[in-house]
């Protein structure tokens, strides 16, 4: 995750005020990822239809205008974030047209919501899609995304500065989101599979519950730091924990004998395509 100067203007060129179109849990999470980056709460809005967490969000993000509305908070904003359900996205977008600047840049992160889709929605707009994941609410997620027909390289550095600051961010093609989304789009969910399969192993071998957790979530967020700051891949790293005839051979052992391997490939294989599936045109 990129620091933004201390000067938050300067770091997002062109851009003076943001809002965000939905204040659930991914909407929220950008905007105070935004806000611990530097930038100032009265360049921030965000919309969000349901009056008890409007006044929820008045509470939590402190000086940032909350609007019942996407007509309400979109007028001044040099972007647009689309953090919606994924079936509200036409609806939101279309309320948002009559005021939405020109020039303004949508970046969207709903699901499955082509660029097809949302260029049809802000015709003349230049838009983004991402495909963020859960750890993004705790500063932490990965993303990637991609641009429209209309979208600059200076576009795709504002979407990128933006979402940086609430984890990594990656360009891609839009063609490659679906794979993005097979494997840390749901990535989550298979470390968390794991997680509770080795708690489950450490209660079977005699530790109790709530060591076996605490041991299981050190270890993982230990090598999760291990891969992303070490320098090293994950294979050299594998191979230096591996000692010839040791105990964590013979733990490597069982899982390739019970082929692991292959069935995070076909995890993330069937993930990517009931992506696809999702992402296809109704007819």
């Known amino acids: 995750m990129r620091a933004f100067a201390d000067d938050a203007a300067n770091s997002l060129p062109g851009v003076e005020h943001i809002a965000v179109l939905g204040g659930g849990r991914m909407g929220t999470a950008l905007i105070a990822g935004l806000l611990a980056a530097g930038v100032d709460a009265d360049r921030l809005a965000v919309a969000e239809a349901d009056a008890g967490r409007r006044r929820a969000l008045e509470d939590e993000l402190a000086g940032v205008r909350v609007g019942p509305s996407a007509s309400w908070v979109v007028g001044d904003a040099d972007v647009v974030i689309v953090a919606v359900k994924p079936a509200d996205v036409a609806d939101v977008l279309e309320g948002a047209l009559s005021v939405l600047a ?17 260029e049809a929605a802000v015709p003349g ?3 983004v899609r991402a495909m963020p994941n859960t750890p993004a609410l705790v500063g932490h997620g990965a993303a990637a995304l991609a641009g429209g027909t209309l979208t600059t390289d200076a576009h795709l550095e ?34 968390f599979f794991l997680a509770e399969a080795m708690i489950e192993a450490g209660v079977l071998n005699g530790l109790p519950r709530g060591v076996a957790s605490t041991l299981v979530h050190a270890t993982i967020r230990g090598a999760g730091v291990m891969l992303t700051d070490s320098g090293e891949t994950a294979e050299q790293l594998r191979a230096a924990v591996t000692s010839p005839g040791g105990t964590t051979a013979a733990g490597l052992r069982a899982l390739e004998s019970h082929s692991v ?11 990517a395509d009931r992506s696809r599936e999702l992402g296809a045109p109704k007819r």
């Open 261 to 271: 391997r292959a069935a995070v490939l076909d995890a993330v294989s069937a993930a």
């Open 158 to 191: 504002t979407a990128t500065r933006l979402l940086d600051a609430v984890g990594t961010v990656v360009v891609v093609p839009e063609t490659l989101l679906d794979a993005v989304t097979g494997l840390s789009g749901s990535g989550p969910a298979y470390v």
């Open 125 to 127: 707009r230049p838009v």
């Open 102 to 118: 020109p020039d303004a840049l949508v970046l969207s992160i709903a699901a499955g919501v082509s660029i097809a889709e949302l």
